[in-house]
């Protein structure tokens, strides 16, 4: 329950509440030792230390947004489909990018409130209109419209393979 | 936490683990009824139509109305609680209210064009209300693809239909922002028309969830921490439901309405053809309502309006909702300022 990655992925109709909780849970946990570095005056610590668990954090709130998609993934067609390789790995550095933007973005905020040491909920508020942010980026962006293309393509050739005499 | 130590943040954080805990066993054990909240009967299943009469308010002197609701979801939000009830709202207003819900789609289903839900389906639903009615032109109501259907339906059968509601309903394909045209990109629907698949609803449900996911989040977390009321949480946990449970689009009817609509735009460059028939716009000869949502991220607000243009403006009017796509179908908000208008434009002149 301390880390977002112990969940389960499995999807249902309820599973994101308990994702979103774990998720909570380890936002606070990055608040708690942003406060922690504040009150040692470490500011500049506190970014460098804690933005690439910020970008772990949303790596695996994104993927679990896409774990709907994960079965088709798996799907042998879809498995063989030409430039699969290359698709995924843009997709990959996308969702990299995009978060590692969005984290510093949402870092850099909070360092110019000098005067104000933000509160968890507006800590919180903050993060998650970072990553929306970011995520409607990922969700227009070309390698993210091209999987998604190569998964249908994937599952329609797999009815001509099964339909061509 | 403000000002707080980061030992009380993490003491803090251990109560809501606390919480959270609590609320996963609630939730499994949350036996959420799905469906219909009011009294309804199938009466008539034929081919891909499951016809549904509710059952509200005394017949006698009610105008009927058919609901035509999208494929691509399930049918039963427009019904979700008593308090949620578009179905109540028109029942209210003095209309019978007819719905065509759309059975479970089968393999077998791959093979059917548009032609089979634009045409036959509504066809026959609109034949089966008049019999039971008596009235010979039926209202209609389409929301989202259901509202495409209908329009296209009217302007090819234009006898039928007495009052044409339109509900976040997309006509100019091509208009704003639309995240179903930017996913359709690179996808090869005639092929997919060629050699037709059922296209898995799961698709579909990462679309509907995708619009702010990072505020889904936020409000699960209010939730987890009780800070919603109980009717308000259950309506939550039927919504969730819902939106998780988007059936499989029939393969070449789904190719045909992505490649044709999506792709082409026919509908408003007036080459859209089912079965063979054009979809002539200019064909409408019934008053039409169109009700749209100003903040739609599925269906921009221009996609809708564009139909203004192609319209007899003498039979056209439009009623603006400030709000999303969903929230015109389902929101208190809707149900008090949009969905009574609607029913009192459709029984209006009876």
Same mark, same amino acid.
């Given at each position: ?165 | ?8 943040? %993490?003491?803090? $954080?251990?109560?809501?683990?606390? +919480?959270? &805990?609590? *609320?996963?066993?609630?939730? !499994?054990?949350? @036996? =959420? ?7 309804? %009967?199938?009466? $008539?299943?034929?081919?891909?139509? +499951?016809? &549904?009469? *509710?059952?509200?308010?005394? !017949?006698?002197? @009610? =105008? ?28 209210? @207003? ?257």
């Amino acid at each position: 329950m301390n880390n977002v990655s112990e969940h389960p992925t499995e999807p249902g109709p309820f599973q994101k509440y308990l994702f979103s909780g774990a998720c909570y849970v380890s936002i606070g946990q990055c608040y708690a030792r942003f406060v922690e570095l504040l009150e040692r005056d470490a500011a500049p610590a506190a970014m460098a230390e804690l933005h690439p668990r910020l970008v772990e954090i949303w790596q695996e709130a994104f993927g679990q947004q896409m774990a709907l998609a994960g079965g088709l993934l798996e799907n042998p067609l879809v498995n063989r489909q030409p430039g699969l390789d290359r698709v995924m790995r843009g997709f990959q550095e996308e969702v990299l990018a995009q978060g590692r933007e969005a984290m510093e973005s949402f870092l850099e905020t909070l360092a110019g409130h000098r005067d104000h040491i933000p509160d968890f909920p507006e800590f919180f508020q903050a993060w998650a209109e970072a990553c929306d942010l970011a995520y409607g980026n990922l969700v227009r962006s070309d390698p993210f419209t091209e999987m998604i293309g190569l998964v249908v393509n994937g599952c329609i050739d797999l009815a001509a393979a099964g339909q061509d005499p | 936490m403000n000002g707080r130590p980061a030992a009380d943040i %993490r003491q803090e $954080l251990d109560r809501f683990r606390e +919480r959270y &805990r609590s *609320f996963n066993r609630d939730i !499994e054990s949350n @036996a =959420v009824a799905r469906g219909w909240c009011t009294p309804n %009967r199938v009466v $008539l299943e034929k081919g891909p139509v +499951r016809l &549904r009469e *509710f059952i509200v308010g005394p !017949e006698e002197g @009610a =105008v009927p109305v058919l609901i035509v609701y999208s494929h691509v979801n399930r049918a039963d939000v427009i019904d979700i609680d008593p308090d949620h009830s578009m179905v109540r709202r028109l029942a209210e @207003a003095g209309n019978r209210v007819f719905l065509m819900d759309w059975a479970r789609t089968s393999d077998a289903d791959r093979e059917k064009d548009l032609s089979v839900y634009v045409l036959d389906a509504i066809g026959d639903a609109l034949d089966f209300v008049s019999g039971a009615t008596g009235f010979e032109r039926i209202n209609l109501v389409g929301i989202c693809q259901g509202g495409t259907f209908a329009l296209s339906h009217a302007c090819l059968r234009p006898g039928r239909v007495r009052r044409l509601g339109l509900v976040v309903t997309p006509v100019d394909f091509h208009a704003g922002d639309s995240l179903i045209r930017l996913w359709s990109r690179h996808i090869r629907f005639t092929r997919l028309a060629a050699h037709p698949v059922n296209v898995p609803g799961e698709l579909i449900t990462l679309m509907f969830r995708s619009a702010r996911p990072f505020d889904d989040l936020r409000r699960h977390v209010r939730r987890i921490d009780g800070h919603e009321e109980d009717s308000d949480f259950e309506f939550s946990l039927r919504m969730d439901r819902w939106v998780h449970d988007c059936p499989d689009q029939p393969g070449r009817a789904f190719a045909q309405f992505m490649g044709d609509l999506y792709g082409e735009n026919r509908l408003v460059r007036g080459t859209f053809e089912v079965r063979g028939e054009a979809v002539d716009l200019k064909r409408l000869e019934t008053p039409v309502l169109n009700v749209f949502a100003e903040s739609d991220h599925l269906v921009p607000p221009g996609s809708s309006t564009a139909l203004g243009a192609h319209v007899d403006p003498g039979l056209y009017g439009e009623l603006p909702f400030g709000g999303g796509h969903i929230g015109l179908i389902v929101s208190a908000r809707a149900q008090r300022e949009v969905h009574p208008e609607l029913g009192r434009w459709l029984s209006a002149g009876r």
